[in-house]
């Protein structure tokens, strides 16, 4: 038996607690040492692997819930990667990269999947494990000889294979590259693509801005772009649909599958189901415990990789990953106003921001519904959302939320939004009384989204994706008749997302308040809303914000917009991309039904 001991150091206060996890230590208490205060990892807690026999008192005993103990099979030490150090993260194998086809990458954040892209773009030399001895390429090749991913390496170290990596955060690049989009993507232009790609990437609009005033859209497009115009044999793309539109998601899929270099090899790391079946051949699952250890599946099909990891569970390593299955509904709801309560209607609404012109329709929502908000980038979507929150006031029509309480959470969020200095102080003040204080509020959102483990954080110091988490913890757990979620996918992981989707779809109907939801991550919509709004118009000019309508009906009209067709997966229920062109994609168009075509 394998055991992995993670110690969080950052949230590791042993002189606060009064060393808890040593104190009551069996091992220690009998002499031995299986848990010591080291310098190495800066006076905090270090546990002893090979002493530690696995019995988890500490692990109780911790009241900050700093460490996690986990028994691993001994066949599975064989297959260690790299390890960042003394009771740090563990990643045992990696996905296998293949010339000629684009493997995707899924699974939760902080399980391993941008720590294998830096391997295998030759950034980051693995240890095998073993941290406290210098990495070298010599040591990599001699365990790696006689499997697949040896002559990828091999390759890689004489430099025959040359990498270009499409980084995660993109916002970074603000920082570090200066200067004209144009004459970046001039001098970089290793393939002579840069007329074509400012085409198919609608770049016209930004060339001559410089890098430090793009958005972040247009930060992903133009990193997308450079990597593009790179000539290399292997192309990484971590999360790059982030930022974008569902138009621009698909549009992306395209050009990268188009213009990458035939015979070269590509990975993708990806959160939108949609965009990962689009873009994807095969699939490789990673799995294990965030911050503790990753495992890397074998590669399958793309089709049967993401619905095994839907369904929690993979066939070929003959393993469960997940308790409880992920199946999207395979009917949109039908549109039945019977028996509904209307809680809020308005009246046509116009508001003008600058140059721009938003035109809303007049509609209304029922008790206990949750409203999608659908439409491309620069629309109108965020504005709408704060003409409902009350931070705008329309030039004509009337807030229709005046007198209600609003529960907002905005597309960019910023810690100094919130009052409080610390996670804990937050969620202790929110979770006194009401829903937050029950028990499935407790389970479902507040620990399934690992907020419990940032009790003792500032709310300055949390990245962008345990940002995110906290906001929308803090807009669910608020007493309010309107909740207002704009973009609540954005930084998180698949399985977060379908968490967030459920606790908002639970919230609603708890409540017998209404939800409108903006999102660009179309599986996220059609698991959790019961009707749409479309928002059409000429982006950056003019929105117009129809009235809600069915699932079907307004899904229909905003995909047929888009010009892509989507189809229903049989195992899963999930909104599967139709190929464009292919026998679906043209049966679909002539019926007119661009969801997906409704069981007789």
Not at 255 to 271: A, D, L
Not at 511 to 525: N, Q, S
Request: with cysteine; net charge positive; hydrophobic share 35%.
């Amino acid at each position: 038996m394998v055991r992995i001991a993670v110690v969080d150091h950052d949230l590791c206060k042993p002189h606060r607690c009064g060393k808890e996890c040593i104190r009551f230590c069996p091992i220690n208490r009998s002499g031995g040492k299986a848990i010591e205060l080291s310098e190495i990892v800066g006076g905090k807690a270090l546990i002893h692997e090979k002493v530690c026999v696995g019995c988890g008192i500490c692990v109780k005993k911790c009241p900050y819930e700093a460490i996690t103990i986990v028994n691993l099979p001994d066949d599975l030490e064989k297959r260690v990667v790299h390890r960042y150090g003394p009771n740090a993260f563990k990643l045992y194998g990696l996905p296998q990269p293949q010339q000629g086809v684009v493997v995707g990458i899924i699974g939760k954040n902080g399980i391993g999947k941008t720590t294998s892209i830096k391997i295998l773009s030759g950034e980051l030399i693995p240890n095998l494990g073993r941290y406290e001895e210098e990495p070298n390429w010599d040591k990599v090749l001699k365990y790696f000889r006689g499997t697949e991913l040896y002559q990828y390496f091999r390759k890689l170290v004489s430099g025959e294979i040359r990498a270009v990596h499409k980084i995660q955060h993109v916002d970074l690049i603000r920082k570090y590259v200066k200067g004209i989009v144009r004459e970046i993507l001039t001098r970089i232009d290793e393939r002579g693509l840069l007329n074509e790609l400012k085409r198919e990437m609608n770049l016209e609009g930004m060339l001559d801005s410089k890098v430090s005033n793009l958005s972040g859209g247009e930060l992903q497009k133009f990193a997308i772009t450079a990597a593009l115009l790179r000539d290399a044999s292997a192309y990484f793309f971590d999360e790059p649909s982030s930022y974008l539109d569902v138009k621009e998601r698909l549009s992306i899929s395209s050009v990268i599958r188009n213009y990458i270099p035939k015979n070269s090899y590509v990975i993708v790391v990806e959160h939108d189901l949609a965009v990962l079946d689009y873009i994807s051949d095969y699939v490789a699952v990673v799995y294990g415990e965030p911050g503790a250890y990753g495992i890397y599946s074998k590669v399958y099909a793309v089709g049967s990789g993401i619905n095994h990891f839907l369904l929690g569970f993979l066939p070929a390593e003959n393993i469960r990953i997940r308790k409880e299955p992920i199946i999207f509904h395979t009917h949109a709801p039908e549109k039945d106003e019977k028996g509904k309560t209307i809680y809020i209607t308005w009246l046509p609404m116009r508001k003008r921001l600058g140059k721009f012109v938003l035109e809303v329709e007049e509609g209304e929502a029922y008790k206990g519904e949750v409203i999608g908000v659908l439409g491309p980038n620069a629309i109108g979507k965020t504005t709408f959302i704060r003409l409902l929150s009350g931070d705008l006031k329309p030039d004509e029509g009337v807030a229709v939320t005046e007198g209600l309480r609003i529960s907002y959470k905005p597309q960019y969020i910023r810690a100094g939004h919130f009052p409080w200095s610390t996670v804990g102080e937050a969620l202790n003040e929110l979770t006194k009384e009401g829903i937050a204080s029950s028990e499935w509020f407790q389970v479902d959102v507040i620990r399934r989204l690992r907020l419990h483990r940032l009790q003792d954080r500032s709310i300055a110091s949390l990245s962008g994706g345990e940002l995110q988490k906290f906001a929308i913890a803090v807009t669910l757990a608020k007493e309010a008749d309107i909740y207002l979620l704009d973009e609540p996918s954005a930084y998180i992981d698949v399985e977060e997302r379908l968490t967030v989707a459920k606790a908002i779809k639970r919230v609603s109907e708890t409540r017998k308040t209404v939800t409108f939801l903006v999102d660009h991550d179309v599986a996220v919509i059609d698991y959790v809303a019961d009707r749409v709004m479309v928002f059409n118009g000429e982006p950056g000019s003019y929105g117009r914000a129809c009235k809600p309508t069915d699932l079907r009906k307004g899904m229909n009209a905003f995909l047929k917009a888009v010009g892509v067709t989507f189809r229903r997966d049989l195992k899963t229920g999930r909104p599967r991309v139709n190929k464009p062109g292919s026998y679906l994609d043209r049966k679909q168009k002539s019926m007119g039904e661009y969801y997906y075509i409704p069981s007789s």
